[in-house]
């Protein structure tokens, strides 16, 4: 049991500090425990990019749109805080690959690009006879050797050539951290990959016998449900209700932490309001840059200077369903860095969450910025619809202007684990629980940038608190 009122200062209240907040007080609650929680956020809203535009009967989300209903954390919390009536799968269907100015279906039976199934594989026009001779090199191909970190395209360009990875596997992973599968490091992005082939040698046998088999289909069943899943109401209402169950006074929005030292067995936070704030342990839940910031007296912080972050923009445009002349069955695509087009992805939203989009309406959601191509970012509203709209022309023939549109820049936004990063990151957090104990980091820019990977650092770092509150 705790002997005296302690204070837990959370900084940065994206998903993962404000889920930090809401089990630690939960915890606080439960076990009756004798410290408080308080919650700094710089801007004026909580949950940094999970924001949804409600506009006209569009559900319109401006960052992540949903999340993986196998990584349970997600799930699990937006049931605690009353959203389990409004949780909806998104409705699976074909997806395409663009590349060399063509839609190609996605190949069946791969997985994560990775092909497991030699029928779709043989038939399939996304590669030439050469690429697919190579891609089946990898059921001889040896083991790689020695446990060091690698890049993606080293290990996949090994294991199944450039053509598999340059037009099925580099659009698919990369798109996910929108950073060059040349420079990101497998161990901290898809380290399941280097396991399967440490165990089975082959990638593609590995995969076909680690994957649980699907139950067929019949051809009566409705729509087969998808294994992703939103909020009907948008991700913003997700933030919105856990916020309503953190305690009244908790939070401070509108206030910068500007540096943090440590006093004693304390830390002082001072904010950009000259305030201080005093607290017995703190938790850093802002990128990685900001905490660099934040501890610059602390010169083992700078390697986070060093660690790029891509900005990038999602372009949702609506349209009368009139408006699209080639009406494609599928969910939408991913396009291969070969093509000449500027959009990374494109999500037909309307298909894929019905419940997003008003009867007799199209909704269609770009992404663009990616590794060396960012500049676009910085353009206007206009032109970027403008490059977006010359794109889809070529795909979907589409002949008139969107009815509504949202353009959303994300500047910064999305940390690059890049190789080598579990390393750095082992030293820094050495160095933080030797010179600063009771400080932890959590968030994107360390162990995962996914929704319920935020939540699972959040959940691990709230066991890290109690622990230390209670020495």
């Known amino acids: 049991m705790l002997e005296k009122k302690q204070r837990v200062v959370i900084i940065g209240g994206g998903i993962t500090g404000l889920a930090t907040a809401y089990y630690l007080q939960q915890q606080a609650i439960q076990q ?106 990898d059921l001889i191909i040896p083991r790689s050797r020695g446990k060091e970190d690698q890049s993606l395209g080293h290990f996949f360009r090994r294991r199944l050539g450039d053509e598999v990875l340059e037009n099925l596997i580099e659009p698919l992973l990369s798109g996910i951290y929108a950073g060059d599968i040349d420079q990101l490091s497998l161990q901290s992005t898809f380290p399941q990959f280097y396991q399967v082939e440490q165990k089975y040698r082959s990638l593609i046998l590995g995969m ?56 004693g067995k304390e830390y002082e936070l ?90 007799g309406k199209v909704l269609l959601r770009c992404y663009v910025g990616r590794p060396g191509h960012e500049t676009i970012v910085d353009l206007s509203d206009d032109e970027i619809i403008n490059i977006v709209l010359d794109d889809l022309k070529k795909t979907m023939d589409i002949t008139e202007k969107p009815e509504l549109s949202v353009v959303t820049r994300w500047k910064d936004s999305m940390p690059q684990y890049t190789v080598g990063h579990q390393s750095r990151l082992e030293t820094v957090t050495n160095r933080v629980a030797e010179d600063l104990p009771g400080v932890f980091l959590a968030g994107s820019s360390y162990r995962g940038i996914g929704v319920p990977d935020c939540i699972d650092q959040a959940e691990e770092t709230v066991k890290k608190v109690l622990k230390y509150l209670d020495k």
């Open 208 to 263: 076909r016998k680690s994957t649980p088999t699907k139950p067929k289909i019949s051809a009566s069943s409705e729509k087969k449900k998808g294994q992703f899943l939103t909020v009907s109401t948008g991700l913003q209402s997700f933030v919105e209700a856990i916020e309503a169950k953190l305690q009244p006074q908790s939070v401070i929005k509108g206030y910068r932490v500007e540096s943090v030292r440590r006093v």
């Open 32 to 137: 009756n425990l004798p410290f408080e929680v308080k919650l700094i956020e710089a801007s004026h809203r909580l949950g940094g990019k999970m924001q949804t535009v409600v506009q006209d009967g569009y559900v319109i989300e401006r960052g992540p749109d949903s999340f993986l209903e196998r990584k349970h954390s997600a799930m699990r919390l937006a049931k605690e805080v009353g959203l389990d009536n409004k949780l909806v799968n998104n409705t699976a269907g074909q997806s395409f690959i663009l590349a060399n100015g063509r839609l190609y279906p996605m190949p069946g039976g791969s997985i994560m690009g990775i092909p497991t199934e030699v029928g779709p594989f043989i038939t399939t026009h996304l590669f030439s006879v050469t690429g697919k001779m190579r891609a089946a090199a």
């Open 270 to 359: 001072e904010l950009n309001s000259r305030e201080r704030i005093i607290a017995d342990s703190v938790v850093v839940a802002v990128p990685h840059y900001v905490a660099a910031s934040i501890f610059s007296q602390y010169d083992y912080f700078s390697v986070f200077k060093e660690v790029p972050a891509t900005s990038v923009a999602t372009v949702a445009l609506a349209f009368s369903k009139s408006a699209i002349k080639k009406d494609i069955d599928g969910t939408g695509f991913v396009v291969s860095r070969n093509s000449d087009f500027s959009i990374t992805a494109c999500t037909w939203t309307h298909k894929k969450w019905p419940h997003s989009t008003p009867d």
